[in-house]
């Protein structure tokens, strides 16, 4: 077949463009803010990662402006070169220390940061176990690896053990997503620590999700289940609670000292503007110093998944800020996208791949700065667009 064949065979997105059901690629003319606008249309947003509304606080973007001043606008490089700033290395030292751990190494994107510790980490013998509903950053990663890959069965202990037992004294990392990205159900962490330590593996939790947002002092899902000594890696994402982009891990020193020279993904890539760096350090600082915002998001969370669920969805095992509004079947899940959207609300629709076959979905996501009246005016979009489409 020649090359670009493929290109013209693919025709599921022209299809959906064709039928007006096409959801991606929206252009928002707005910051991510409980109100946005699309298309000249003012929509509330309930699809924004932006889950403590950092993006737009006053303190976070006068220390991007004031590192541009200062550093400019790209660091012309990679980190293993010209490209390191005093103020990824002052970033570093603040993650470490709000995580717990030895050292931190900043990423210029958290799925680079999942490429570059699994390729690094698992090398040729070794194996890596992931759970089936992890993200792809970490399904990836796994790809590039020359080690061995198992998944077990979505937060499957008895099948973890089954992967486990294969392990047979070769080294091995555990790498499982703290929140899950499209469903928002919890890692059961206890019971994987335990496995971890019978099988002499390691574990690495990816905290995208789950960073400022979870545990009291929002440092993430092992703090939540008060695990944080036995998880040994912790991954995270700045481009969620954090307000800007980038990713990180923090753990062991000598851990992040073999990833700065053996993570091609941060070698071989240019470094993190000073503006995202700068953001993402005043983000920690208004984390740290206005905790009622996480809770805040904590009570938007429980009233949304208690309504939801009481108007009779099926919002699955979701714990968190993130909850799925679960529909089976992908014509049924993009006709409610486009229900919502003339209820000008944004949401966004999860299919095959990103959720496995048959569970397609409505993932819905909130933040600390919507009010009562955006809580209320998406959950009368959804009764109606629910009772329409004889969900409900
Ligand atoms: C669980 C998880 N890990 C990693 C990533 C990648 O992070 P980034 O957007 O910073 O590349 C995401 C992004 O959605 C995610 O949900």
Redesign the pocket.
């Known amino acids: 077949m020649e090359l670009f064949e493929k290109c013209r065979r693919f025709t599921a997105a022209r299809k959906l463009m064709a039928a007006g059901y096409y959801a991606y690629f929206q252009p928002v003319a707005s910051a991510q803010e409980p109100e946005v606008t699309v298309n000249g249309r003012r929509m509330i947003m309930a699809g924004s ?1 932006n889950y403590l509304g950092l993006t737009t606080h006053p303190l976070v973007k006068e220390a991007a402006c004031l590192a541009i001043e200062r550093y400019g606008t790209g660091c012309g490089g990679s980190r293993f070169l010209n490209g390191t700033l005093d103020l990824h290395e002052e970033l570093e030292r603040k993650l470490a220390r709000f995580k717990g751990r030895e050292a931190a190494l900043v990423f210029s ?6 490429l570059g510790i699994l390729a690094a980490l698992g090398g040729k013998g070794d194996l890596l176990v992931t759970d089936r509903w ?5 399904v990836d990663g796994c790809r590039l690896a020359f080690g061995e890959t198992r998944r077990f069965h979505h937060n499957d202990m008895a099948d973890l053990e089954r992967a486990l037992s294969e392990s047979r004294g070769r080294g091995t990392l555990i790498a499982v ?5 499209m469903e928002g159900d919890l890692a059961n962490l206890p019971e994987i620590v335990r496995l971890a330590r019978a099988y002499g593996a390691r574990v690495m939790v ?4 789950a960073t400022g947002v979870l545990g009291k002092g929002g440092r993430g899902t092992p703090e939540h289940f008060g695990v944080e000594q036995e998880v040994d890696l912790v ?1 995270g ?4 609670a954090l307000a800007s ?3 990180f891990v923090a753990g062991p020193a000598e851990v992040i000292h073999f990833l700065k020279h053996r993570a091609r993904s941060l070698m071989f890539s240019a470094s993190l503007p000073a503006p995202c760096v700068a953001a993402i350090s005043a983000a920690l600082d208004v984390i740290e110093a206005e905790p009622e915002r996480r809770e805040r998001l904590w009570e938007n969370a429980r009233l949304m998944k208690r309504e939801l669920t009481a108007m009779g969805f099926d919002t699955g095992a979701s714990e968190t800020h993130i909850i799925p509004v679960i529909l089976r079947e992908d014509r049924l899940a993009f006709r409610f996208w486009k229900l919502l959207q003339q209820h000008g609300i944004f949401c966004n629709p999860a299919v095959s791949p990103a959720v496995p076959k048959g569970r397609a979905l409505i993932r819905t996501s909130y933040m600390a700065t919507h009010t009562p009246e955006h809580l209320e005016r998406i959950l009368t979009a959804f009764r109606k667009v629910g009772k329409r489409l004889g969900v409900l």
């Open positions: 990662n994107t958290g799925f680079q940061t999942n992890d993200h792809a950053s970490i997503d703290g929140v899950f990205s990816d905290d995208a999700h991954m994402t700045c481009s969620k982009i980038g990713g």
